[in-house]
């Protein structure tokens, strides 16, 4: 009997290691999220210091033209600078003065700029406006940096803590939604970057990657379905090929990219056209794979009645299987799509990989992609790129989330349809 | 003339071909019925016209390219050529539609070709990843030999700016970075092995229905997650954690050690393990189990003794997949992995991979002939051969397992 | 007689034996000259020649295996579906050899339709379903003349009074019997000249059996009528003709009425009583 007792210890053992196993992967996955979302949930808040900016005609306008393209040479600087003096009378000299403009974003003079131009009738007046925080004052006010410390252990030395602490007293500092995070591209400066440029560039790949990878992938998946000749070599060997390169290392596909995109075809370095033909090489096995998977679950009964009313193959395939099969399809491409757009090593060896601050434009502009740029920031050691970094991946995890349940979605409704 | 213009202009010629080939099958039917319905009779047309002057402008623009740069001036020429072989083709087609003309076989034909040159692209693309590689790899080596590559100790492939530079000669001896590959791979599979294992077995064979419809889609989202977020969980996180952990043991641990990114490689790839193992597992046929149990062996023992012997081969090349998934993993490591050529085994160091040294050489401008580029496409090579021969022998090997049971 | 001896007796007589009955018809709209089948190595069908006659409703019977169904998909070519089946003789439609090489399948199931054992409606509405034969073949010139088809098709097939309401409906969602009258609709709506029906009724109920019954005996009015089935109180209901089929030997044909009450072999016989089937 002692015999069996411990088998059964054995048993109740076996079954801890299991339940250990499932319950660390879901720790670690917990994990994952808990720390990038606290990292990271602060930057969708970015913060405010409201100046009372008075639009000098002196400064802006002297000759009174009412001329924005003269106007538009002015030294929108001054006016921030006036400012912010006028709202601290007491420091004096000139590197005072100048820490003290550092506490406003060097954005600020742009949207003072962009606010003349849409009400050039406010030359002359005053007005209260909310201009952005320099990087250091934002991490302060969202408690990342903390006051407690000895001064020469922060990045806000004591006078510029005292600074802002007035600001918090006259209510003149404050945290709104962070529209720049999401209307803007890369800067070197963390509280005026965003990610609209690294979006729109993986906007552009995807597009260039579904057109091609799509319409190919089924088409491979449909010859060898329903018209490659069964039990042939040459099939066989397409048929290894296909699923080896599903397993292929995804650089691999940027070695091919740079030596025959752009080194023999010449295709522009940096571009989402190449970056899209990249990723779709890596998709496409996806694709034709899961394809064929639901072609084949097809009830070979349809194209049968098909054929019976007189289709052609072709017609009783495109018409009665393609359809049929669709939603399948779709969760494959779908699931393809998901993984290109979170994917970035291919991209880093076809140069998808630079600061660039303008929002393409066009397919061969140079641009990065969402998951690139959130290689490019964690390359950043400053605190407010930490926040923005973990913020992307956020708003890519999103995307993946959305994405992987529309096909978990459509693979239900297949296979509601398939009965 | 811009060749986007041409084919823009052939695009609509090609459209009024088929509206064109509709309004003559349509007149036809009006007496008598067609042997293919009208939309066939106006594709055909379509198709027939624009494919001879695409095709042309095609073998113009590979000549210009690449043999007769002068052709560049007569691009009106081509225009003009391309124009009037598209009436020409478009011509003699449409004298050919007959209530008889079979217009729909030469469609279906031209479908059939297209998916046939579709299918043939998967060879293509092997084909060219091999060409390419082993091209580039081909110029490395007439500048640095094969054996110096494949058995030198020492990588530091910076090389000299100047000619009389001193002491900056490149070396490329690539043992360290087969190394550092092959210790991250090591550590990445002592976590995802056991555990994917384990949890595929717990998933299969004890878990309730209801515990799988959760735990399941859990565990996948583990696998959607995007390698640059895993790489930056072990900047952030684990990295830092072992560091501390490190200290406070009085080991020192650098701070882009081996273990941190063999660690999230190896939480990367246990649903990759035991999605695997849980499909393996599954084709164990019931009766094997049912035999087992029925003799009086517990759950337990029937696992280790019945099951996985049986599925044995379906693991093997699951695992033999996964290690080819983390050798070519890249982002992890070079987020978290160092960049410095190590040759050692002690997990706590910095050590670099084949991954990170390709996007080191490639990443920021190079000179595409430098030996240095080349050098990443040697290492591509290596890395591409070795995937390719795990993956061939795991996917024969489950294929194998797969008829066993089937 | 055991039953190991009437196997042995059994081959010995298919072997040396030939189709017994009159083989040939008057009127014939399709003459069957000596077909062999193939499945790789394996012989299906036996040298089997036989007319079949206009207006007609031939029922071919026989123990489950026997190639009944392998022969009925000759008359429409549909065994070039199955990629190790190989077909040899000869089988004239309006005196063109359809096993010839060079004969368009196409307009070939268009003239032989077919109504398959389990019921197989496109997953399309009832209207698509119909509906989608003329326009291939583009029977239709506009939508009005399609309706036209559409409509006749259904009521000949008995439906249209069930359906007139839905036919928006999926096909999928009628029941059992009416799906496989969908089908025979979705057959007769390219005016076929042949159909061939595979064991129409076997996945059917017995009160949608005797509905499809019904519907075959007035579809003769129209239409030649080949049908497959292991019924045989339903070939003796709905034949004129019957053939009684044998491992792949076209054992004896002749007036449905004489083979079940006074059939001239042995093995018919046998069947008949119900001493194998």
């Known amino acids: 009997m002692n015999n069996l007792k411990s088998r059964l210890a054995k048993e109740k053992r076996f079954r801890l290691y299991g339940v250990a196993s499932i319950t660390l992967a879901l720790f670690l996955l917990s994990l994952l999220f808990v720390s990038i979302f606290s990292q990271g949930y602060t930057a969708f808040q970015e913060t405010k210091i409201q100046l009372n900016i008075n639009f000098s005609e002196e400064i802006l306008d002297p000759n009174k033209t009412k001329d924005w393209e003269i106007i538009k040479k002015s030294n929108f600087s001054l006016l921030v600078k006036n400012s912010v003096n006028e709202l601290f009378p007491n420091v004096s000299g000139r590197s005072n003065k100048r820490k003290l403009k550092k506490i406003i974003s060097s954005s600020a003079e742009y949207q003072l700029r962009d606010y003349v131009k849409n009400n050039i009738n406010t030359i002359g007046k ?15 006010i969202k408690g990342h940096i903390n006051r407690i410390l000895p001064e020469d252990e922060r990045r806000i030395d004591n006078e510029e803590l005292k600074w802002i602490e007035f600001l918090e007293s006259k209510n003149l ?28 560039g993986s906007l552009f790949a995807l597009s260039i990657t579904l057109i091609l990878s799509f319409p190919i992938g089924i088409a491979t998946a449909i010859y060898m379905e329903e018209f490659a000749p069964k039990n042939n070599k040459l099939i066989d060997f397409v048929e290894v090929n296909i699923n080896n390169l599903a397993a292929v290392p995804s650089i691999i596909f940027g070695l091919l990219g740079l030596a025959i995109f752009l080194n023999f075809f010449e295709l522009p370095r940096s571009a989402p056209l190449v970056g899209g033909m990249v990723l779709s090489l890596m998709t496409l096995p996806t694709i034709i794979i899961s394809s064929r998977v639901s072609l084949k679950s097809v009830p070979p009964s349809i194209k049968e009645g098909a054929l019976g009313v007189g289709a052609s193959k072709i017609q009783a395939v495109f018409h009665h299987v393609v359809p049929v099969a669709m939603p399948g399809i779709l969760t494959g491409t779908i699931i393809g799509m998901a993984r290109a757009l979170g994917e970035s090593a291919p991209l880093l060896v076809i140069g998808m990989v630079a600061f660039i601050v303008d929002i393409p434009q066009s397919v061969t502009d140079p641009a990065t992609a969402l998951p690139i740029q959130i290689y490019l920031w964690s390359d950043t050691p400053e605190r407010g790129f930490v926040e923005r970094t973990s913020a992307a991946i956020m708003v890519l995890l999103v995307f993946l989330i959305f994405m992987n349940s529309l096909a978990v979605y459509l693979r239900k409704k297949f296979e509601k349809d398939i009965g | 003339m811009n060749i986007t213009i041409i084919l823009i202009i052939i695009g609509l010629l090609g459209i009024s071909a088929y509206y064109t080939g509709l309004r003559k099958s349509l007149t036809l039917r009006e007496d008598k019925l067609l042997h ?11 198709i027939n016209s624009s494919l001879a002057s695409i095709l042309l402008v095609i073998v113009w623009v590979l000549f210009e390219k690449n043999i007769f740069p002068e052709l560049l001036a007569f691009r009106n020429i081509l225009f003009i050529i391309s124009i009037f072989i598209f009436f020409l083709t478009a011509f003699f087609t449409f004298k050919k539609i007959k209530n008889k003309f079979k217009a729909r076989d030469k469609v279906e034909k031209i479908i059939e070709l297209f998916l046939l040159v579709c299918s043939s692209l998967a060879i293509l693309i092997t084909v060219g990843i091999f060409l390419s590689v082993i091209f580039e790899s081909n110029r490395f080596f007439e500048s640095i030999p094969l054996t110096e590559f494949l058995f030198g100790t020492h990588w530091s492939p910076q090389m000299p700016i100047r000619e009389d530079q001193a002491g900056s000669t490149g070396a490329f001896g690539a043992v360290p970075l087969f190394t550092g590959t092959f210790l991250i791979a090591f550590i990445a599979m002592c976590i995802a092995g056991p555990i994917g294992l384990m949890s595929a077995i717990f998933l299969s064979e004890y878990a309730s229905k209801s515990v799988r419809d959760i735990v399941k889609p859990l565990t996948e989202i583990l696998a959607g997650i995007p390698t640059v977020v895993y790489g930056f969980f072990a900047v952030i996180v684990v990295a830092p954690f072992i560091r501390n952990t490190g200290n406070y043991f009085g080991i020192e641990v650098a701070s882009e050690s081996a273990l941190a990114a063999g660690l999230v490689m190896g939480v990367m790839i246990i649903p990759f393990v035991s999605s695997i193992s849980d499909d393996v597992i599954n084709a164990v046929p019931q009766n094997l189990k049912n035999g087992s149990l029925g003799v009086g062996a517990t759950k337990s023992e029937t696992i280790k003794l019945v099951i996985i012997p049986a599925a044995l081969p379906g693991i093997i090349g699951g695992l033999l997949l996964a290690v080819s998934r983390a050798i070519g993993e890249t982002m992890i490591v070079v987020m978290a992995a160092g960049m410095s050529a190590n040759l050692t085994a002690n997990p706590f160091e910095a050590v670099t991979t084949v991954t990170v040294q390709i996007v080191v050489l490639l990443v920021g401008d190079q000179e595409f002939d430098s030996p240095k580029t080349l050098a990443a496409f040697a290492l591509g090579l290596v890395l591409f051969i070795m995937t390719l021969i795990l993956n061939y022998i795991a996917l024969h090997i489950v294929r194998k397992y797969r008829e066993q049971y089937e | 007689m055991n039953n190991d001896d009437l196997i042995k007796e059994t081959e010995f007589q298919i072997n040396n034996s030939e189709t017994v009955g009159n083989i040939h018809v008057e009127d014939p709209r399709i003459i069957v000259k000596n077909i062999n089948v193939r499945y790789g190595e394996k012989l299906a069908i036996n040298n089997v020649s036989i007319d079949i006659g206009k207006n007609e409703v031939l029922a071919m019977i026989g123990p489950s295996g026997c190639g009944k169904s392998t022969f009925l998909r000759c008359l429409n070519r549909m065994n070039d579906t199955i990629e190790s089946c190989v077909v040899d003789g000869e089988l004239y439609l309006d005196n063109e050899n359809i096993l010839d090489e060079k004969t368009d399948v196409v307009p070939l199931r268009a003239k032989v339709g077919m109504v398959f054992q389990k019921p197989n409606p496109f997953p ?28 006749n098709s259904l009521e000949k097939a008995g439906l249209f009074n069930e359906v007139k309401d839905r036919l928006d409906a999926p096909g999928t969602s009628l029941s059992g019997g009416q799906q496989q009258r969908l089908c025979i609709a979705r057959t007769i709506a390219v005016s076929p000249e042949v159909i061939l029906m595979d064991e129409p009724c076997s996945a059917l109920d017995p009160i949608a059996t005797a509905k499809v019954e019904e519907l075959i005996y007035e579809l003769k009015e129209n239409f030649t009528i080949v049908i497959v089935t292991h019924a045989m109180q339903q070939a003796a209901r709905v034949s004129q003709r019957t053939a009684y089929f044998h491992l792949g030997n076209l054992v004896e044909v002749g007036p449905t009425q004489k083979i079940f009450t006074t059939p001239q072999h042995k093995l018919t016989e046998s069947y008949i009583t119900g001493r194998f089937g």
Do not use: R
């Open chain 3, 124 to 151: 399309k509405s009832i209207y698509e379903n119909v509906a989608y034969g003329p326009k291939i073949h583009g029977l239709a010139k506009n939508k009005i003349e399609l309706d036209e088809i559409v409509f």
């Open chain 1, 126 to 140: 005053s007005k209260k406006i909310w201009v952005l925080a320099d990087d250091d004052v934002d991490m302060l």
């Open chain 1, 173 to 200: 500092i404050d945290k709104f939604f962070n529209k720049t995070f999401f209307t803007s591209g890369d800067s070197s400066e963390s509280e005026q970057s965003g990610i609209l440029g690294a979006f729109i």
């Open chain 2, 36 to 46: 293919s319905t009208p939309i066939y009779h106006g594709a055909i047309l379509a």
